[in-house]
T-cell receptor, first 117, second 109 residues
Framework: GAVVSQHPSWVICKSGTSVKIECRSL??????MFWYRQFPKQSLMLMAT?????????EQGVEKDKFLINHASLTLSTLTVTSAHPEDSSFYIC?????????????FGPGTRLTVT | GQNIDQPTEMTATEGAIVQINCTYQ??????LFWYQQHAGEAPTFLSY??LDGLEEKGRFSSFLSRSKGYSYLLLKELQMKDSASYLC??????????WGAGTKLIIKP
């Protein structure tokens, strides 16, 4: 149990275009989903936290108008990178919590590698 | 400010034992997690400690001392597949996870 999927697993896009990444909890209802970004050889950087049906909470320094997050249901959250630039190239990972009675551990999706050319 | 410290890199030999330390200074404490992350992959959960003491799970054990703000992950009978980064993360008083930069563990035959 506790499987989180992401789609796509990798994407290449041109500078100035937008890319949508989906994060799904397959066998549980995720009350909270998290979006992370990870540059090579660096640690995870939390971008935002989203709860189903409410606006996402963005970390300091993360542009909410550039990284649009939608958490429309208890099993789906999307991250849209708008007007992507080469510096947005990174590994984007989502995670989810929500299983009752557990420690609040986050279950991670497999990640999406974004390359902006 | 909030801070998690881990060694950047460690090297160990196949079959041996290695201990990865983590010290933390956070606003409140609601548990400490260890995750394993292979290169190019997402992290996977290894252990969770909220009370002082040792939690053992197969070849992996995790220890916590809240008074010292200290934890370690102990890996026994090392295998080549254990080569990965090991991330320490602390849940603070707001239940937000604060992540360490990770320790890259290199296993040599």
């Amino acid at each position: 149990g506790a499987v989180v999927s992401q789609h796509p697993s990798w994407v290449i896009c041109k500078s100035g275009t937008s890319v949508k990444i989906e994060c799904r909890s397959l066998d549980f209802q995720a009350t909270t989903m998290f979006w992370y970004r990870q540059f090579p050889k660096q640690s995870l950087m939390l971008m935002a936290t989203s709860n189903e049906g409410s606006k996402a909470t963005y970390e300091q320094g993360v542009e909410k108008d550039k990284f649009l997050i939608n958490h429309a249901s208890l099993t789906l959250s999307t991250l849209t990178v708008t007007s992507a630039h080469p510096e947005d190239s990174s590994f984007y990972i989502c995670s989810a919590t929500g299983l009752a009675g557990e420690s609040g551990e986050q279950y991670f999706g497999p990640g999406t590698r974004l390359t902006v050319t | 400010g909030q801070n998690i410290d881990q060694p950047t890199e460690m090297t160990a030999t196949e079959g041996a034992i290695v201990q990865i330390n983590c010290t933390y200074q956070t606003s409140g404490f609601n548990g400490l997690f260890w995750y394993q992350q292979h290169a190019g992959e997402a992290p996977t959960f290894l252990s969770y400690n909220v009370l002082d003491g040792l939690e053992e799970k197969g070849r992996f054990s995790s220890f916590l001392s809240r008074s010292k703000g200290y934890s370690y992950l102990l890996l026994k009978e090392l295998q080549m597949k254990d080569s990965a980064s090991y991330l320490c993360a602390v849940k603070d008083s707001n239940y937000q996870l604060i992540w360490g930069a990770g320790t890259k563990l290199i296993i040599k035959p």
